[in-house]
């Protein structure tokens, strides 16, 4: 595991319930006992908040370039000042998007390819991996009508066409594969206290390794 703390990260198309299940995990988690760091990406730090409203709400044109290198910023000061203190302390951080979802969204989302936005992000967090990665795996079209349900103004990301969050969940899904033994993939379509219950069982089985 990442050193006395556990480093758990939620990754899924908008609409796929990951506030709901990071907050489920944290209650489960602080009734026994563990102090629990609820965070994000973009926007975990005043730095990230910033750069969150360029990265998702600026109305002007952003380059995939530029937006790719502006979420590695975000996550090189959001690791180095919340991430890792809250590990050194023995605690668990659950995140609301990592490095998963630049590969998804800028690599294949935006084609600049999984390789070199998987190796920015990695060489801005100094090679930090989460212990466990939930994938909530939805239908773009199942999540679009879950956001418009919401009745909020879409950012930048989920305003975008159908083809990009088509190959962002097929990339999310590729990531998955290649990585079994680091995701839990789950039908964000059940019912939220059912895949709950199935993200607590593989939290106890890493704790109990």
Do not use: C, N
Not at 42 to 51: A, K, Q, R
Not at 145 to 168: I, M, N
Not at 185 to 208: H, Y
Request: hydrophobic share 45%.
């Amino acid at each position: 595991m990442t050193g006395p703390g556990l480093f758990i990260t939620l990754e899924g198309g908008d609409g796929s319930g990951k506030t709901t299940q990071a907050r489920l995990l944290q209650e489960w988690f602080e009734s026994e006992g563990r102090v629990v760091v609820r965070t994000r990406e973009p926007g975990g730090t005043e730095v990230g908040g910033l750069i969150r409203d360029i990265v998702l709400h600026h109305r002007g044109e952003v380059s995939p370039r530029a937006e790719a290198l502006l979420y590695a910023a975000d996550r090189a000061h959001h690791i180095a000042t919340v991430v890792r203190p809250a590990l050194a302390r023995g605690e668990v951080v659950l995140q609301d998007r990592y490095l998963d979802s630049s590969v998804a969204y800028q690599g294949a989302g935006r084609v600049l390819g999984r390789t070199e936005i998987r190796d920015l992000s990695l060489w801005a967090t100094e090679g930090l991996l989460p212990d466990l990665t939930v994938l909530l795996d939805l239908d773009p079209a199942a999540a679009r009508a879950r956001l418009d349900a919401d009745d909020k103004p879409f950012d930048r990301l989920e305003s975008e066409r159908d083809e990009f969050h088509a190959r962002v969940r097929a990339e999310y899904l590729a990531l998955a594969a290649a990585e079994p033994d680091r995701f839990l993939v789950l039908d964000a379509s059940l019912p939220a206290d059912q895949i709950a219950g199935v993200i607590r069982t593989r939290v106890a089985e890493l704790l109990a390794g």
